[in-house]
Structures are given as C-alpha cells and as structure tokens.
C-alpha cells in the first residue's frame, strides 16, 4: 500500500524555522522525483520545491528561493524540507508528492502556521 506521511508542521513564530519530512512506503522511493506543494486558504495548491530521484537536481518557486532546501535521504524513503525565516504568507498546508511518469501519490498534508 503506498503511503506518504508528512510531518512536522506546527504553529512558528515569524522569522522561524521548520523542518517538514515525508515518510514513503510502498513504492520504489529511488525511482520516483519528489515534490512539495503548499495550499493556502481560499488558493489553489501551489509548487514549492522538487528533488530528482538521485537528489542531485533541485528547483524552488520564486517565493521560497534562498529561504527553503529540499532535500532527500534515500536510504530512509524520506524527504525534508527544511524552511528558514518563515513568513505569514508561508502559512498553508504542505504536501509532498511522489511522481514517476503519469503516476503521482500525494500525501495528506501536514499544516504550518506562521503567526505572532
């Protein structure tokens, strides 16, 4: 059964920092590229940052560039996302997402809060 768990989301102060993973099972991790996706209330999902298979290729959307790092542990069937110097704006709930050609597993989102 294929299954993406994402954690870590909480509530964090403006300026902080988080760290998000995505646990896989029940598909070949190494194969797949992997993506995190944010939605925010009352907007449509948007691409935040995506990792090759082999980790050696990644790209940001402009928002988060220089702020975010994604980042996988093949060993471990997990990627991260690691985000500094949150801002209100960065409040959504965040996905990760597996792709390999036309298959795509999503997980359930875990949500992240930033507020003073």
């Known amino acids: 059964q294929v299954q993406l768990a994402e954690s870590g989301g909480t509530l964090v102060q403006p300026g902080g920092s988080l760290k998000l993973s995505c646990a896989a099972s029940?598909?070949?991790?190494?194969?797949?590229?992997m993506y995190w996706h944010r939605q925010a209330p009352g907007k449509e999902r948007e691409l935040v940052a995506h990792?090759?298979?082999?980790?050696?290729?990644?790209t940001y959307a402009g928002s988060v560039k220089g702020r975010f790092t994604i980042s996988r542990d093949n060993a471990k069937n997990t990627v991260y996302l690691q985000m500094n110097s949150l801002k209100p704006e960065d409040t959504a709930v965040y996905y990760c997402a597996a792709v390999r050609g036309l298959v795509t597993y999503w997980g359930q989102g875990t949500q992240v809060t930033v507020s003073s």
């Open positions: 990792i090759s298979s082999t980790g050696g290729a990644t």
């Open positions: 029940g598909f070949t991790f190494t194969s797949y590229r």
